[in-house]
């Protein structure tokens, strides 16, 4: 997903204001939604309800789209996510038949969780990530609440880069802390004894290098840490250092959110 892409709000998508509204305000009732990133074109709308009208599907059913962000909701109040995954079904032959690219996730409350104001934004991100897999039906579960939350720092002089992660990993579930420079970060690690630490090795202050000489020193008296360097650095002399100064994995930018986050995922299993 590009960069643009995720410093997008939620708050500039109407149709996101109206999700978020509609399903927080209705939090105990059952209710199904599918939404998708596709172009309908003129009149795809009708079309669509066209071809999904018949006795089964309930006439109470909410259509939104915004043509400017290409984001198409369907709201199905009282519905399970079963029969939300059969409407999605009918959605998908429908752009098909068409020949409209898209990606389609579905979801239903409260089975897949309470709606939060955060799960909108979280659905948007989840299927821009796998906007390439057009043949999958993403379902989209909130985070169980009962599972501990891993805490993961990142330290990087850009903002930017510190702003990006913390919103994204958030959203999956993590608590975040973001440092600035190698000495607040070593501050920070002392602190909070993170389960993840992701750092940039050029940093003001106190560099890469140092910060990690510093937790391996901590890990070797028994801190279960993890160190993931995320680098424009791609000298293969610096990265082999790296390995051999005790981190996990190395990633250069620009770098892909979904596999960061698959490696993420490896590290703190």
Known sequence: MSMQMLQEKTEAHPIFIRLNRVLVESSETVC??????????????????????SPELDPGAQFWYESNYGT?????????????HY??????????????PGSLLITSFPEC???KETDVEAMHVMIADEA????????????????KSSTILIIDEDATVGELLN?????KGYDVYIADNGLDGLRLFNSLSPDLVITELSLPVYDGYELIRSIRQKKEGSVDCSIMVLSDNRME???????????????????SPVELEARIRRLLQ
């Open 32 to 53: 199904g939604l599918i939404l998708a990133k596709c172009t309908l074109g003129n009149g795809g709308l009708e079309r669509l309800k066209e071809k999904l009208s």
């Open 72 to 84: 198409l909701a369907i709201l199905l109040p009282d519905k399970k996510l079963s029969y939300t």
């Open 87 to 100: 409407v999605s079904l009918a959605v998908k032959q429908f752009m098909q038949d068409e020949n409209i």
């Open 113 to 115: 969780g309470i709606p």
């Open 132 to 147: 390439d897999d057009e043949s999958a039906i993403l379902i989209y579960n909130q985070p169980d609440a009962d599972t």
């Open 167 to 171: 919103s994204r990993l958030r959203m």
């Open 237 to 255: 002399r610096d990265i082999s250092t790296c390995f051999d100064l005790g981190v996990s994995d190395y990633i250069t930018k620009p770098y």
